[in-house]
């Protein structure tokens, strides 16, 4: 096995929205291109694409991260981004003011770095805009003609799957992973026909009740938070208080 790793976490801006992107990799990037001609010829090395499900945060992939660079021996780089506007540590007024002209956003391809050209939408997104998202953040983060390993649990795999219908991303992807998928027909069965009108009554109660949430003490609502998520690591507890405290599922 491998030796233990680090993953990195760090705000990036793609295709002008500040991200939250957890990374592992063993070398930098630009290692291969030295003047070696071995180097030259050996194959980029790939890289595993982890699409978060909800509520579409990375760091909350941050051990399943390591056990999966420890588990492929370091063979391959390892990259995660939270979805655009769901991350707690990105507040929405970063993603309101973001400047069209980050160093990086424009230093590749356009095919994929506007993502959104409006106002924002006050900082909330569709799952749409998040599939352009992730599609720039892969343009981005990784190197042309590196081999991609998709991976996405939960709604991530929904967001795979249309990854995957983007001409610019299919030529690269070797293999698709689904972990736990959200079907895609879930609304249109007998449960999701049942449950949507009454989830779509109580929306108005659980919004006053995340207000209510919002005023507690922070040491009190980390307790609720610690009280019906027992099993969550401790590391994540604070992650999750901001969840519930900036409302950033919208």
């Not at 420890?70 to 007024?93: C, F, T, W």
Request: neutral net charge; contains cysteine.
């Amino acid at each position: 096995m491998a030796s233990s790793c680090r993953v990195a976490s760090e705000i990036v801006t793609i295709g002008r929205i500040p991200s939250r992107v957890l990374s592992v990799r063993s070398q930098p990037a630009h290692a291969s291109r030295g003047g070696n001609s071995e180097n030259a010829s050996v194959s980029p090395r790939p890289v595993c694409y982890v699409v978060p499900g909800n509520p579409g945060a990375a760091s909350f992939y941050r051990s399943f991260m390591q056990y999966l660079w420890e588990y492929s021996e370091g063979r391959m780089d390892i990259i995660s981004v939270s979805h655009a506007g769901q991350d707690p540590g990105v507040l929405k007024r970063d993603v309101m003011t973001a400047e069209d002209d980050v160093t990086g956003a424009s230093s590749k391809s356009s095919e994929h770095s506007c993502l959104i050209d409006s106002d924002y939408n006050n900082g909330y997104f569709t799952v749409a805009d998040n599939v352009e998202h992730h599609c720039a953040a892969l343009h981005q983060l990784t190197q042309p003609g590196q081999p991609v390993i998709l991976m996405g649990h939960s709604m991530g795999s929904y967001l795979m799957i249309q990854m995957c219908r983007r001409a610019g991303i299919e030529r690269r992807v070797v293999r698709v992973l689904h972990l736990l998928p959200c079907p895609g027909w879930m609304g249109s069965s007998p449960n999701g026909q049942r449950m949507s009108p009454v989830l779509t009554q109580l929306q108005w109660l659980i919004r006053g009740v995340h207000g209510v949430l919002t005023y507690l003490p922070h040491c009190l609502l980390r307790a609720i938070v610690r009280l019906h998520l027992s099993d969550v690591a401790p590391e994540l507890l604070d992650e999750c208080v901001e969840i519930v405290m900036h409302s950033v599922t919208g």
